[in-house]
């Protein structure tokens, strides 16, 4: 777990976060880095989050995908009818697997993170929501290496040009509707390592007066593993100041 020092947003109000885990030791846990960041209630089952909810609307929810009544990708939409928003935040936490964050991408989760937990992660996710005004992307960097976009028919080439943790834009004179879903394969500067994720298609730039033109994606099913390589190799060059703009990725 990351120890480095993380600063909390300064609100006149304290934000309210909602930890929805039936394990104590990971609600404690998750209390713990964030009590920084707001008050923190906590429910153990989906119904009671539920309730929770109802009583006192929450800011944002992080929320265990494996519950008693229920798992997270059902319980987010809940969450957000509840609520009456359906723009919520919720971070989904799952156990690492590709078929648990494709489901918790399809529910519509504004990040997804792993156990084992990191407090950066943690934290930077339910930062980025909390602040006014603050930017609800992921971080990403400027990339430029070769890219395999897998379809049905044929393996179509281009360029992936910008990266974070969530998704990526893929340079490309192809152009899937919005919400394709297929197969990318990249090797990342400096990683021996192909990463071969789905992806699906939540944006596209037909027009080069406006830029490069290609297709931003989210991934879909990508392994705990292959999740936390790319979270590194982000944190590791990510430059605020000279990190250019593209957040459809993460969002």
């Known amino acids: 777990m990351s120890a ?3 600063g909390a947003p300064s609100t006149e109000t304290r934000s309210r976060i909602l930890v929805v885990d039936d394990v104590p030791m990971f609600v404690e846990l998750e209390s713990m880095f964030l009590s920084h960041h707001g008050e923190i209630t906590s429910a153990r089952s989906g119904a009671q989050a539920l309730r929770t ?5 929450a800011d944002v929810a992080i929320v265990d995908f494996h519950l008693p009544d ?3 990708d059902v319980l987010c939409g809940e969450l957000r009818r509840v609520a009456g928003d359906p723009n919520l935040p919720v971070v989904l936490v799952s156990n690492g697997s590709s078929e648990e964050h494709a489901l918790a991408v399809r529910a519509g989760a504004t990040d997804v993170i792993q156990k084992p937990l990191s407090r950066r992660e943690l934290v930077g996710a339910v ?3 909390l602040v006014p005004g603050g930017p609800r992307g992921l971080p990403r960097i400027q990339v430029d290496v070769a890219a395999m976009l897998h379809t049905e ?3 179509v080439p281009g360029r992936l040009r910008n990266l974070s943790r969530g998704g990526v834009f893929i340079e490309s004179e192809w152009f899937p509707p919005e919400g394709t879903e297929l197969g990318l394969e990249f090797t990342l500067p400096e990683q021996d390592q192909p990463l071969a ?3 699906t298609t939540v944006w596209r730039q037909l027009r080069a007066d406006r830029g490069a033109t290609g297709i931003g994606m989210r991934f879909l099913e990508l392994d705990g593993s292959s999740l936390r390589s790319l979270d590194g190799y982000v944190h590791e060059r990510y430059q605020p100041a000279s990190s250019e703009a593209w957040t459809g990725a993460s969002e």
């Open 4 to 6: 480095e020092p993380l």
């Open 153 to 155: 028919e044929r393996p």
């Open 127 to 129: 930062s980025r929501m």
């Open 53 to 57: 909810m109802a009583a006192d609307l």
């Open 197 to 199: 994720p789905t992806a």
């Open 70 to 72: 229920t798992t997270g």
